[in-house]
């Protein structure tokens, strides 16, 4: 082996300096160029694995981002909904007639019941998880400046908000159901907000119409 290197170590010293120094140089090309691969290698993998988890989760984003919209412009269609007129209708009926709260009173709830539904339609989705429920302020649908409008024939409206957070198709299968539950209550707000993928957090403030001043408890 050492008269082996002795040989080539001869042959390069015999070597004209322009033809030892190109030698030399593409030796070193290939060293680096070899340890380029083995190191860089590795590294073109990671990056090219995490460049397909950010086209992935790009990819998540948008569609979130598509049911954000389609929330919020079934919120504004809730906004645009009659139910707003139908309060104010309320109101000028309850003025013109006196035997109208009798007539109508498949439309008023007690207001106790309205957190035992919510509650009862959560329970039922094990997924969701219950962020807030609070009751809003009462308020009159009657005018009470209105002459000969004794208190016993105010209409009381009664709000609450519950906040919720889970997936989105858990959140609208909720939405669905307090909606197919057939109780007389009246949809105010819903929003919808991205929490930490893929929940969010959803926001519905209902309210009902009662003849009972007293709120209810949560």
Known sequence: MKHYWELVQAK??????????????????????????????????????????????????????????????????????????????????????????????????????????????LNKNGKLQLVALDTLPVSLVVDPTRKNNPEHKQIFKHGIRIALRGGYLDLLQYLVAVEESQVPMYWDEVNFNVDKHPDGILILTLYTLSLDKTWLKV
Do not use: C, N, W
Not at 86 to 113: A, C, F, N, T
């Open 12 to 121: 390069v010293e015999a070597m004209p300096l322009r033809e030892r120094v190109i030698m030399f140089v593409a030796i070193a090309f290939s060293v680096i160029a070899m340890t380029s691969v083995t190191l860089l290698t590795p590294l073109l993998e990671k990056q090219k694995v995490l460049a397909a988890k950010l086209a992935k989760q790009h990819g998540q984003m948008k569609e979130l981002q598509a049911k954000v919209d389609e929330f919020s412009k079934a919120k504004k269609e809730i906004e645009r909904s009659p139910l707003h007129a139908r309060v104010s209708e309320l109101k000028r009926q309850v003025e013109s007639q006196d035997e109208y709260i009798k007539g109508q009173r498949k439309l008023l709830m007690d207001s106790g019941k309205i957190v035992s539904l919510l509650k009862q339609v």
